[in-house]
C-alpha cells in the first residue's frame, strides 16, 4: 500500500510537470520512482521536485539529510508547497543554485536541512488553486 508522503511526491511531481508542459518545455518523466538522479527531465536537463507542507514556524523548506547532494547537483530544483492549517497556500517554487540552507531539528528529533522561503535563491513561480490545491491538502502530512 502506498503512503500518504509517497502519494503527495507523485502528485507534485504531476502538477509541476502539467505547469512545465503548458510553458511549451518538453517533460520526461523518470519510471522508477526511487530514481537516484532526478523526477524528470525538463528540456533534457535533471529536475528535481519535492513536495511538502513548510515548517510554518520558521517559514523554510526542510531536506532530509540524505537529499542535499540530490538537490544541490540538480540542474533545477523546485518545491511544491502543500497546504496546511497554518499556511494556506500551495505554490510551485523554483530554488536557485547558492540557496543558503541550515539545520535545524524537528519535534520528533529528525535533523532536517532548512531551506529558508524569503531568501533570493527560492522564487514562487506558479500559485496552485481549486482541485490541485485540494488534492495537495488531501495528502499533506504536517510535522
Known amino acids: 500500500m502506498t503512503d500518504k508522503k509517497t502519494l503527495l511526491g507523485g502528485v507534485g511531481e504531476k502538477i509541476v510537470a502539467n505547469y ?11 519510471v522508477d ?10 528540456n533534457g536537463k535533471p529536475l528535481e521536485v519535492k513536495t511538502q507542507v513548510p515548517f510554518v514556524y520558521k517559514k523554510c523548506f526542510t531536506l532530509k539529510k540524505n537529499q542535499l547532494n540530490k538537490c544541490l547537483n540538480a540542474e533545477y530544483f523546485v518545491f511544491v508547497q502543500a ?16 540557496f543558503k540552507y541550515g539545520i535545524d531539528t524537528m519535534k520528533n528529533g529528525d ?5 529558508p522561503i524569503n531568501q533570493p535563491a527560492v522564487n514562487k ?8 490545491k485540494e488534492i495537495l491538502r488531501r495528502y499533506a502530512t504536517p510535522f
Open 20 to 30: 512545465m508542459s503548458k510553458q511549451g518545455i518538453i517533460v520526461e518523466q523518470s
Open 33 to 42: 520512482p526511487y530514481d537516484s538522479q532526478k523526477d524528470m527531465k525538463i
Open 83 to 98: 497546504p496546511c492549517k497554518h499556511w494556506d497556500e500551495a505554490a510551485i517554487y523554483q530554488v536557485e543554485n547558492g
Open 111 to 115: 535533523e532536517r536541512y532548512t531551506i
Open 125 to 132: 513561480v506558479m500559485q496552485i488553486e481549486g482541485n490541485d
